[in-house]
């Protein structure tokens, strides 16, 4: 069994769930937060940091590793575990987001999507089957099938068309799978990913196929690009009445605290999103009382931590006062400092979300969370002046 999912209890008053995923790489508690390591590395933590922080999974994108390193090398050096020296879990994206926001001149036909890599041009293919041989290549945990995200708005026959693609991508992914298990390999999980945009119908119509295919999980595509909040989470809790609930159910690029727990409230189990780190590195981090942008100078004596009420390395440690300090001057500590606390704080987030779904008392847990996040105490006025930012692109402003 590739995965295992445990239902540990589940809210009466919302939709909330408490579960556990067992992978071959340990144990996953849900709700999970899953920080991004975009090019097998969550961008300047190390994986002994990220373990502080409680991380028991994290997602890495195929595009970036498909492309660089490449498969090969990983396969050679061990498996992504070993290579970037992470030893619990790790879910891969199928490359297909990517394909579509990062690379040049792509071409999306039933075989695949053609593009140019954004790295140096070069030409590529990458199909629902390369898609799996990728992930597997990689030795992922969890594997996702290979969807055509669409961008919005679009027009509903285009909506359509992808979904529809969607559903075949993702029989064609499952058949590779079973594959490379003859083969011996393909011990991965692997997820299905639901699409539809904002059409209720279209949604249900492209889960009626993709929910008898024999998946591990589902995810929750196509939300959270530009369309309205109150839509997306319609939608949500549309798919998540849909979806199995024995299944792990995964809503993807959400990483705002409020979202995640209204996500949580309509039966998500996992999140992932390079929000919270990105911007960590830009001197903002969510806090319990809201977001408190670093940079602002009227921290520039501010004695407290980032977030009072935070136990991490950077807020038992260090002030406001320093934090803002090291990034008016340039100091990549700074970026380091930030992004420990941003992502102890998701990841913990997730946590005391488990632990009131356990006590049966989430709903109560959400309403004075979203309470106090927006209450703003102790943040400074938002008209006191940030330093200008940068306008050169940093060593750690990659793409992801
Ligand atoms: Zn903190």
Request: proline letters at 6%.
């Amino acid at each position: 069994m590739a995965l295992n999912f445990t239902l540990d209890q589940q809210d009466l008053a919302t939709q909330a769930r408490a579960g556990r995923l067992t992978t071959r790489h340990g144990e996953v508690s849900t709700p999970a937060f899953m920080p991004v390591g975009t090019q097998a590395a969550v961008k300047t933590l190390t994986p002994d940091e990220l373990s502080a922080a409680g991380a028991d999974i994290l997602l890495a994108n195929t595009y970036h590793l498909f492309l660089r390193p490449g498969v090969e090398t990983v396969r050679a050096l061990g498996g992504l575990h070993r290579f970037m020296g992470w030893p619990r879990a790790i879910l891969t994206d199928s490359g297909g987001f990517q394909v579509l926001s990062l690379a040049k001149l792509r071409k999306v036909t039933d075989e695949g999507v053609e593009f140019r890599s954004h790295l140096d041009g070069s030409r590529h293919l990458l199909t629902p089957e390369d898609a799996i041989r990728v992930q597997d290549g990689l030795d992922t945990d969890i594997a996702m099938s290979f969807d055509e995200p669409v961008e919005m708005p679009a027009d509903p026959a285009v909506v359509r068309k992808a979904a529809d693609r969607t559903v075949r991508w993702a029989e064609r992914g499952l058949v590779e799978r079973d594959r490379l298990r003859a083969e011996g390999r393909g011990a991965m999980a692997l997820f299905g990913i639901n699409q539809g945009g904002v059409d209720p119908g279209e949604r249900a119509r492209c889960f009626e196929r993709i929910g008898t295919m024999p998946f591990d999980g589902f995810a929750l595509g196509g939300l959270w690009v530009g369309e309205e909040r109150a839509l997306s989470l319609d939608m949500v809790e549309h798919d998540c009445g849909l979806f199995p609930v024995q299944q792990p159910r995964y809503l993807m690029g959400v990483g705002h605290p409020v979202d995640l727990l209204d996500a949580v409230a309509r039966g998500v189990d996992m999140f992932d999103c390079v929000l919270p780190t990105r911007n960590a590195r830009r001197g903002t981090v969510f806090i319990s009382t809201g977001r408190l942008v670093v940079k602002n100078s009227g921290y520039a004596r501010d004695q407290r931590p980032l977030d009072p009420a935070c136990d991490c390395y950077t807020c038992r440690n260090f002030t406001r006062a320093y934090v803002r300090h090291l990034f008016a001057s340039g100091e990549l500590l700074g970026m380091r400092l930030a992004s420990i606390h941003a992502v102890h704080q998701m990841i913990g987030l997730a946590r005391e979300a488990r632990q009131a779904v356990l006590d049966r008392r989430f709903a109560a847990f959400r309403t004075t969370f979203i309470e106090r996040f927006r209450s703003g105490e102790t943040l400074a006025r938002p008209e006191d002046d940030p330093i200008p930012a940068p306008t050169r692109k940093g060593p750690t402003d990659d793409v992801e």
